[in-house]
């Protein structure tokens, strides 16, 4: 597996019950998965402990076949070869299209990052918007230098934080295209969270429906969403 989870558990400091019990996840290189839960499920706490933003109370967490997190091991979230895209983009408003996605290629030369932004800007077809500010793009453009940026350095995992949650309803199920055109495109891993089905009917190779820290339960998203197992399920699907 390209990705296992096995027995992660969290819990905030101000918090009395943990945000994740027992979590165990596998995931196949190439595979984009979907974490679906309502609010406060655990699910945008996952990308924070795969990523190291956090540190877990137990488990482990190993990204090809590297050992990232356990009880003696902890990898600085620089070292980890993770992209990520948040949910608020955080792009630096005072840089353009072209300086925000080079911010993270500090290693190459002049020529190569030239060489490498020319990539993804095509990748996210945003060749003409490399010296526009993020305030002169549309929402839908902004989330694609968003993913631009997390995808330059070639990261070995993507993660995806609501990633559509800020879009218009109009524009979603066509960034919904456009999203999953380039993770094929690319072949790259990835893990997203939402808390809307359509995100995993459109994207996902597998789904994980996330309650209250726990898998209750996992599977391709036709089985998932179109039989669900549990009234709960039932419910938080609508």
Do not use: W
């Amino acid at each position: 597996m390209f990705v296992e989870i096995r027995g992660l558990s969290f819990k905030y400091k101000n918090s009395k019950e943990e945000t994740l019990k027992n979590f165990n996840l596998n995931i196949k290189k190439g595979e984009t998965v979907s974490i679906l839960g309502e609010s406060g499920s655990g699910k945008s706490t996952i990308l924070r402990l795969i990523s190291g933003l956090e540190i877990p109370n137990s488990g482990i967490i190993k990204i090809n076949n590297r050992l990232i997190v356990n009880d003696n091991t902890f990898v600085l979230p620089e070292k980890r070869e993770i992209g990520m895209v948040f949910q608020d983009y955080a792009l630096f408003p005072h840089m353009t299209v072209a300086q925000n996605i080079k911010f993270g290629l500090k290693k190459l030369s002049k020529k190569e990052k030239s060489k490498r932004l020319k990539e993804v800007l095509e990748l996210v077809s945003l060749e003409k918007f490399e010296e526009r500010y993020p305030y002169e793009l549309s929402g839908g453009q902004q989330q694609r230098v968003a993913l631009a940026r997390a995808l330059a350095p070639k990261p070995s995992l993507l993660l995806l934080d609501e990633p559509f949650s800020n879009l218009d309803a109009t524009l979603q199920s066509k960034i919904r295209r456009e999203l999953k055109k380039i993770l094929n495109h690319t072949g790259i891993t990835s893990i997203f969270v939402t808390h809307d089905k359509e995100d995993s009917r459109a994207i996902a190779d597998k789904v994980v429906i996330l309650k209250d820290g726990k898998i209750i339960q996992t599977g391709c998203p036709k089985n998932v969403l179109d039989n669900p197992l549990s009234g709960y399920v039932t419910e938080m699907l609508g």
